[in-house]
């Protein structure tokens, strides 16, 4: 989760029709191109923390984020043609209109600011119409702090926020989209509200803390009552705003700490530092951030009821669930939403390994973080995987295998952030905390699933008593963990719920934002849910995962929480290929800039993967990731010498090694394109709902949050769908689309919007429920059917290729008919050598006639 940023007013787009367009050769055939411009407009900080001089007075308020084949002229007709007729025939329905419950065929994700509101997005709707998709999915829509830009510090459940246009502006949106045949989703905050400065900006804390446990809002919130204050002996929360300079000071009925305001007396609540824990469950470790109860059906019924309206008016066709595993019991949520809304529903669930969405969540999957990682693989080369950690290791004096690094990293946020956290929950479990303590380190996933008051499911009792076993082994021989275990899987119910709501956040800061940070051989698997030791993954396992996928879940590429764009990964990914070439590349730059070895090596991958990219924008990056790391600085602990540090390295690589680095990125420009077409393709055609975030059909290479929140170009992009939209309607029907020779070349972001368009203008004509098919086609490609109207085939691992001398004999066997390239519009049937397919494009997209 994480904050959005302005975006220019759209240009009107004429309506064309859409069609094929030519895109360019796999890697090999033509020389790279120069590497795209970027986006001529800063990104602004979040959280906003400047290079500081001296350690912040008063905390800020800080939000949470949280890749030669020959050409065989014509065509070729049947032989070996396998016989699919035991597959249903589908007849694809039309997309639904806005205002039915059904699945979307796509969603496009839209971060909504102050100055990006409702009528900014309603601009939009005849481009995200050409494109192709169904639904827009917007960043939360309630009332949040009026400055803020993402949306997830909600203050009050019972209005649209003002700022976007309120209600009215919504249900405007909502009419334009609908006469464009576009519905709606929206992305819902159920596990916490914000506590804003001033804090009666939140007018169910205020009565809280104005009337502790006799508030009529006092079950909203996650408070620890328990807590005697030594001087009063009455529970009192603790507030954690108190800085290094100022006093509090009473005015009137108020009292005011700099910009903070409490009610008087302060009877209910005690101002505490700002570094230590607060008197309730939060977000993580966000202080400003306070758990909402929405396990009791009043608190979930006001929370709701504007969500829930808008849905019954048919204003929302779709929810987003931000965070379910904070919540006190995921799985009662999500019935109790899915009785009340009866709409597709996804929820943001991080699944690690060979995880699997609980079967008895009743939503339609995750927002896709599980397939964003298992397409990244696919374009991943294992045999890099020795070479690559081999020379991590040189570089940054970092031993250790990555197990050992998250160990490592979960104990030092237990130890840091989370000390309020194991208090309550120890005070509930009883034993010993030490035990209690390594056995949240050991946990390996999110959270295991146990109910109280029902048999633990298998599964989970494994989980735990896994984890209890890692956990011995840290401890003096005779720790009670099977006690411990027993009693965080069977025991009170506030023992077993408060357990699980404590291994996410734990989860979350020792991996997302602390080992991620720490062990990146190649930083294109550093993702959220993802496992940076794993390299690659074969396609028989691709296709397995395929197999199982629902068609309700949602699949991504690129999101406002993840690590880098999609288009950074595919460079990343190169990399697995070129081991020795990028350890002489980084050698060559090492040896003229150099600061800090825990943060150079990471510095030079991303600036390469991001390249072009100016001093400021990378600077943020790298301050922000020095920060996350928390080997020399961290947001608690800045320290001005070492950031003034990363600023001179900053100006220094760009400087001196710009121009080498900007060669590197055009040299293994044909391979990164390759991967970036294969994997767009890929998640478009794979079974789910894909979804994309603003701005990446076409070329976007950004960094972690707030870099992929900069402003989109949305008139550059409107001008290249209606230049690409003309060029085929210019062609006439019964003649092949022209080649690239005859028209020239397209760049890398027309290729991507191409791609983008046609997959999307497919999926229209696609049964979503359509089988996911593998069909054989080698070691350098993964290809699949969906049933029998759609095969989708892209190149992977293309340098490999390349060496091997393109695809020489290799073949893929098409079902039977005749099918059309969307993408050059060629005709193919029967045995086809790959050398001929993908003698144009890196990818293809096949439609039966």
């Given at each position: ?13 004429p ?5 094929p367009?030519?895109?360019e ?40 984020d ?14 070996d ?63 949040a ?10 203050t ?7 700022e ?11 009419a ?23 804090e ?65 007396p ?7 530092d ?43 066709q ?49 927002t ?34 990555y ?109 997302e ?78 040896s ?50 070492y ?7 900053v100006s ?33 055609m ?15 290479f ?16 409107r ?33 991507k ?58 073949t ?38």
């Open positions: 989760m994480s904050e959005p940023v302005t975006q220019p007013v759209p240009e009107p787009t309506e064309v029709v859409p069609g367009a030519p895109l050769p796999a890697p090999g055939i033509v020389p790279p191109e120069s590497v795209p411009e970027p986006e001529p407009v800063p990104g602004p900080g979040m959280p906003p923390d400047p290079l500081p001089d001296t350690p912040p007075a008063v905390p800020p308020q800080v939000a949470h949280e890749i030669l084949p020959e050409s065989v002229p014509g065509t070729r007709t049947g032989e043609v396998p016989d699919l007729a035991e597959l249903p025939e589908e007849t694809p329905a039309p997309p639904p209109p806005p205002g039915s419950y059904g699945v979307p065929l796509s969603t496009y994700r839209l971060q909504l600011t102050p100055d990006f509101g409702f009528g900014k997005v309603a601009e939009l709707a005849p481009y995200l119409r050409d494109l192709g998709v169904s639904h827009v999915y917007l960043s939360p829509i309630l009332q702090v009026p400055e803020s830009r993402h949306g997830y510090d909600v009050d459940h019972s209005r649209v926020r003002e976007f246009g309120g209600v009215e502006g919504l249900r405007e949106l909502s334009t989209l609908a006469q464009h045949g576009i519905g709606i989703v929206v992305d819902i905050v159920p596990n916490h509200m914000t506590i804003p400065v001033p009666s900006g939140n007018a169910q804390l205020w009565s809280v803390l104005k009337d502790g446990p006799e508030s009529p809002y006092a079950s909203w919130f996650d408070i620890d009552w328990s807590v005697e204050d030594g001087e009063s002996g009455g529970g009192r929360v603790n507030m954690p705003v108190l800085g290094d300079s100022g006093e509090a000071v009473a005015d009137g009925d108020v009292l005011r700490y700099h910009d903070h305001e409490f009610p008087l302060d009877t209910h609540y005690r101002l505490v700002w570094r230590r824990g607060p008197g309730y469950r939060r977000f993580f470790d966000v202080s400003s951030l306070i758990g909402v109860r929405v396990e009791d059906p009043g608190v979930f019924d006001a929370t709701h009821a504007v969500i829930l309206s808008l849905v019954e008016e048919g204003v929302i779709g929810l987003r669930v931000d965070h379910p595993d904070g919540l006190a019991e995921p799985r009662g949520y999500l019935a109790r939403l899915r009785e009340r809304s009866g709409v597709w529903t996804v929820a943001e669930k991080i699944l690690v390994g060979s995880e699997r969405l609980p079967a008895d969540w009743e939503c339609d999957g995750t896709g973080y599980d397939t964003l990682n298992r397409i990244t693989g696919l374009f991943v080369d294992p045999a890099g995987k020795e070479p690559l950690v081999e020379l991590f290791a040189q570089q940054t004096g970092v031993r250790d295998d197990a050992a690094v998250v160990r490592e990293s979960k104990a030092e946020v237990l130890d840091l952030f989370f000390g309020a956290e194991i208090d309550r929950l120890h005070a509930v479990v009883g034993s010993d905390r030490r035990t209690l303590v390594e056995l949240l380190a050991a946990m390996p996933v999110y959270r295991a699933y146990a109910v109280p008051g029902e048999p633990v499911p298998e599964l989970s009792t494994r989980i735990v008593e896994e984890a209890g076993r890692v956990a011995a082994g840290r401890l003096p021989e005779g720790a009670p963990v099977a006690e411990v275990v027993e009693r965080v899987l069977n025991g009170p119910a506030e023992a077993v719920t408060r357990f699980q709501q404590t291994c996410g956040p734990v989860m979350a800061k020792g991996v934002d602390t080992a991620l940070y720490r062990w990146y051989p190649l930083s294109c698997l550093n993702e959220v849910g993802g496992e940076p030791d794993r390299f690659g993954g074969s396609v028989e396992e691709f296709h397995a995962f395929c197999r199982e996928m629902s068609p309700g879940t949602m699949t991504t590429l690129s999101t406002h929480d993840t690590k880098r764009s999609e288009d950074v990964r595919a460079r990343l990914a190169v990399l697995s290929e070129l081991p020795g070439e990028w350890a002489a590349a980084v050698g060559e730059w090492s003229k800039v150099s600061f800090d070895p825990a943060l150079d090596y990471l510095a030079w991958q991303n600036l390469m993967a991001s390249w072009p990219i100016g001093p400021d924008r990378f600077f943020d990056y790298l301050f922000k990731a020095a920060r996350e790391a928390k080997t020399s600085i961290s947001w608690a602990t800045p320290d001005p010498a950031e003034r540090g990363i600023r001179d390295f220094r690589a760009v400087e001196e090694c710009g121009a080498s680095v900007a060669e590197f990125a055009a040299r293994i420009e044909p391979y990164a394109r390759s991967n970036s077409l294969g994997q767009k393709l890929v998640q478009l794979l079974p789910g709902v894909p979804d994309l975030y603003w701005g990446n059909e076409i070329t976007d950004s960094l972690v949050d707030p870099d992929n929140r900069r402003p989109v170009d949305f008139p550059l992009r001008r290249m769908l209606s230049s690409a939209q003309a060029h085929a309607s210019q062609a006439h029907p019964d003649e092949e689309h022209p080649s690239p020779a005859a028209t020239g070349s397209l760049s890398w972001d027309e290729a919007l191409a791609v983008t368009a046609r997959a999307l203008d497919l999926r229209r004509r696609l049964d979503p429920e359509a089988p996911y098919v593998p069909v054989e086609a080698g070691e350098h490609a993964v290809a699949f059917a969906r049933g029998e109207r759609a095969v989708t085939v892209a190149t992977r691992l293309p340098v490999g290729l390349e060496r091997r001398g393109g695809w020489k004999s290799d893929l066997i098409l079902p039977r008919g005749t099918w059309r390239d969307l993408l050059s519009g060629t005709e193919h049937t029967g045995r086809i050598p790959l050398a001929h397919l993908l003698a144009v494009h890196p990818v293809a997209l096949l439609e039966r006639d």
